[in-house]
């Protein structure tokens, strides 16, 4: 993603991304996704994440891994995701774009891939992203997306991080005036999402009430 929206929400410096310019509501998701998170990648292998964005997560996910290997197309936000990847010897940073990845990583590459804070909703196609992290992961894709039916505690967010709502359509496509587009979904939405993309979903939960915790994996026989 551009780091257009974020240089220039809160001021610039990418501010808009410290969970401390954030309202309650997302910060207690932000806790909550770091216990998942924890728990769930607890001796994995190799880990890519896509979108890695400043780095806000290597601190959470690195010590859990072999090798994590943290993907964003931004020069501004990889070069802060360098500099936190410095304390971290099994942390790679790798510019790209989330649509290229199954051509700048080899097929089932990585053994989980995550894909945090609605990135896949903020993406151009989220659809082809999703196809992409299915090529190059093995066996889990854990995403973590806006929920439906939030739309007033996310216009809140949007203004405490310096980016005003500009309109929402009627399928909760929210768009600001720093020129974000962000989709949001149901659970049906990732289901077929997921169908759509050759993976199943394996289980759906909510964080804060506000996001979900998708886990999805590739259904038997697609490769």
């Known amino acids: 993603m551009?780091?257009?929206?974020?240089?220039h929400a809160q001021g610039g410096d990418f501010k808009a991304l410290n969970p401390r310019n954030s309202t309650p509501i997302y910060r207690q998701y932000l806790k909550e996704e770091a216990k998942e998170l924890a728990e769930r990648l607890h001796s994995v292998g190799q880990l890519l994440e896509a979108g890695v964005?400043?780095?806000?997560?290597?601190?959470?996910?690195?010590?859990?891994?072999?090798?994590?290997?943290?993907?964003d197309q931004s020069d501004g936000m990889l070069a802060q995701a360098r500099?936190?990847?410095?304390?971290?010897p099994n942390v790679q940073i790798v510019k790209s774009r989330l649509?290229?990845?199954?051509?700048?990583?080899a097929a089932g590459q990585f053994d989980h891939s995550v894909c945090l804070w609605n990135t896949i909703g903020n993406v151009k196609s989220d659809l082809e992203v999703l196809r992409k992290l299915g090529k190059v992961t093995r066996s889990g894709i854990i995403l973590t997306v806006h929920a439906k039916g939030n739309v007033e505690k996310r216009k809140e967010y949007y203004e405490a991080i310096g980016a005003p709502v500009k309109r929402v359509d009627a399928d909760e496509t929210v768009y600001t005036t720093n020129g974000l587009v962000s989709r949001a979904y149901s659970k049906e939405d990732l289901h077929r999402l997921a169908r759509s993309a050759g993976l199943s979903v394996a289980e759906i939960k909510t964080l804060a009430g506000v996001m979900w915790l998708a886990v999805m994996k590739k259904e038997t026989g697609h490769v």
């Open 2 to 7: 551009s780091d257009r929206f974020f240089r």
């Open 99 to 105: 649509e290229d990845l199954d051509q700048r990583f």
């Open 83 to 88: 500099i936190v990847a410095a304390g971290h």
């Open 53 to 71: 964005g400043i780095g806000r997560t290597i601190p959470l996910i690195a010590p859990h891994v072999d090798s994590l290997t943290g993907v």
